[in-house]
């Protein structure tokens, strides 16, 4: 079936640094989705991207769906605390399906 | 506020027992989604619903889960005879339009069968 695969798995940032994280799929997607969730929390919806190539931001985030159609970066300039959390990528190969999710990776602030 | 809401946050529950979950989507959202969610994991899709219509049911959804929109507004997830497997963060979503696009999520309810 559908895999995304989504790295890295957890990463150690320190604030005002700038963080990349990936996703991957074994076949095209028409959409890709990033959401941050909070402990205890639904998942919040941060950028909805639907064209290859499209370059999004939504304030420091900026995320990308590869020109492939098999991958979506994310990234995260200047790092502040409140970016704590795990970021999960989703998308779906077409409006007929449901989205399928990554696993997480989990951002933590390094003491 | 206009956003999705789920009741109860919290359920705590004995093994064998009966439990309802209800989700408000966003107002003008004519699908639902209920979602189930383990530590560590993203969400594993159920079932959704478009206005009362229900339209996909996941495998993973056993014959002790049922789901029901009755007026295309809020929702009702019940689990029948719950087993602690069944301990999870249960998560509703609503999207607009025609497709499985944007979907907004509710904060969850954490059930926990004991």
């Known amino acids: 079936g559908q895999q995304l695969n989504q790295s890295p798995q957890s990463m150690f940032i320190q604030e005002g640094e700038d963080v990349s994280m990936n996703c991957t799929s074994s076949s095209i997607f028409n959409t890709w989705l990033w959401y941050k969730q909070d402990p205890g929390e639904g998942p919040v919806l941060l950028i909805a991207?639907?064209?290859a190539g499209e370059l999004t931001s939504n304030g420091r985030l900026t995320a990308q769906f590869g020109i492939t159609r098999k991958d979506s970066f994310l990234n995260i300039s200047a790092s502040i605390p409140s970016d704590v959390g795990i970021y999960f990528c989703a998308g779906h190969p077409n409006s007929n399906y449901q989205l399928i999710w990554g696993a997480g990776t989990k951002l933590i602030i390094k003491p | 506020d206009t956003g999705v809401s789920q009741d109860p946050r919290h359920k705590i529950t004995k093994r064998g027992q009966n439990v309802t979950f209800r989700c408000d989507p966003i107002s003008e959202h004519n699908r639902l989604y209920w979602y189930r969610q383990t530590l560590g994991q993203g969400p594993e899709f159920l079932t959704y619903?478009?206005?009362?219509?229900?339209?996909?049911k996941s495998r993973l959804l056993s014959d002790r889960f049922s789901a029901e929109r009755p007026k295309g507004s809020f929702s009702t997830l019940e689990i029948q005879r719950t087993e602690q497997g069944d301990s999870a963060m249960y998560l509703c979503a609503s999207s607009f339009g025609q497709a499985n696009y944007e979907q907004y999520f509710g904060p969850g309810t954490r059930l926990t069968v004991t």
């Open positions: 619903f478009q206005n009362e219509a229900q339209l996909e």
């Open positions: 991207l639907y064209k």
